[in-house]
């Protein structure tokens, strides 16, 4: 575990350093959820029914909007080849990127949401849901946008494959994410949406840590 | 200085290596020795597979024909792990722009399980302690290759593998790291080195290995190997 430990420090002090990068992704999120309900009119019933859809996409593409520099500047620098000749195994380096992924980019957010929710009208209660479908959801997030980095690593036009691998797999996590709000919102029972969430989350996470160590191997040509 | 220990008297052997860069076949049935003490000096022209071998050799590249072995001389078994045993410089530095030069330092000291007097032993080695607190950004090309050479002083291994170490640094620093290098092959070690330019010393104690395509194919490949005097 000291190569994860020594790999987590290097991550959290670089992205510490590069606050731009993670302010980039909050103004993102920020600055467009607040645009729909300008788009939208002031219709409060349909504020508060789109806003559990509108505020998972705009995270999910503010996600997006951070792998880019995942693992290419990396890639750039020399720094994988590196850690792929050093004595620690990838998959410590790759649950480095991985935590300080979810706690730096996908936790402001979640932190950011209710906020962001005023606009919408959305109740309190409601807002919570959400706030905890994210809290659920986000950890899925990060592991799909780790796989979808690490495979387009090496790629001409890398960064412009990460959505179109990432996006579409995401699908079941919008869904079930959105679940989780919409059903309470029409007093229907949420939990299948809630364990399908939760299933997502730890499923993904040993399945993108594999792939995304695997991937970094195969990509050095 | 001397490195503190000596390294094991190994030998490695490369057989029929291939190597195979997208369409294009660069190389095929190079085969050669490397041993304990031995220096060689890879030259050939721009794109004829200087590089593609280093990274063959270090693991970066997958070998598409043949294979690697060591052996060290006792018949001792010990498992092939090229990730104990080569230490690789590439073109780049692997430095992070954003860290100090004594913060990526650190890191690879922690990377590579090295004692804090390790550390110590390649600041001093490299003569790093002018712009430790520096961000690497801020460097110069040549202070960037020094701290990227500080990497194989930190922790110790038994075969570098030096693509164009020299490229940047000025004339006292090749003097440096020239010393650095014969220290190395004094302690036992085996390096293998690009460079374009001669080095004191360089010539003198190198093995020269030129890889040069043969003329009308792209595949077919000479080495010529000759001990200097």
Partial sequence: MTGFWTCFGREWRLSLRRTGDLLTVVMFFAITLSLFPFGLGVGKDLLQQTAPAIVWVVGMLAVLLSLDALFARDERSGMLDQILLSPIMSLEYVLAKW???????????????????????????????????LLLGTPSLTSLGLIAASLSLGARKGGLLIPLIALPLMIPVLIFGVGTVTLSQQAMNAASAWYALAALAFLLLPVSLATASLALHHNRS | MTSPTAHPALCHRFVDLACLRGELLLYRGLSFELRSGDLVWLKGPNGVGKSSLLRQLAGLLPIEEGHMAWQAPNQQQTPVDGKALFHYLGHTNALDEDLSVEDSLAFWQRLYRASPQDLTHAIKALRLEAFLATPCRYLSSGQRRRTALARLMICPRPVWLLDEPLVGLDQASVGWVMALIHDHIAANGACILISHQDAPGLSQTATVMTLAPKAGTVSGLEISEARAS
């Fill in chain 1, 99 to 133: 935590l300080v992924h979810w706690l730096l980019t996908a936790l402001p957010l979640v932190a950011m949401t209710p906020v962001m929710t005023l606009l919408y009208f959305l109740p309190g209660q409601a807002t919570l849901l959400l706030v905890l479908s």
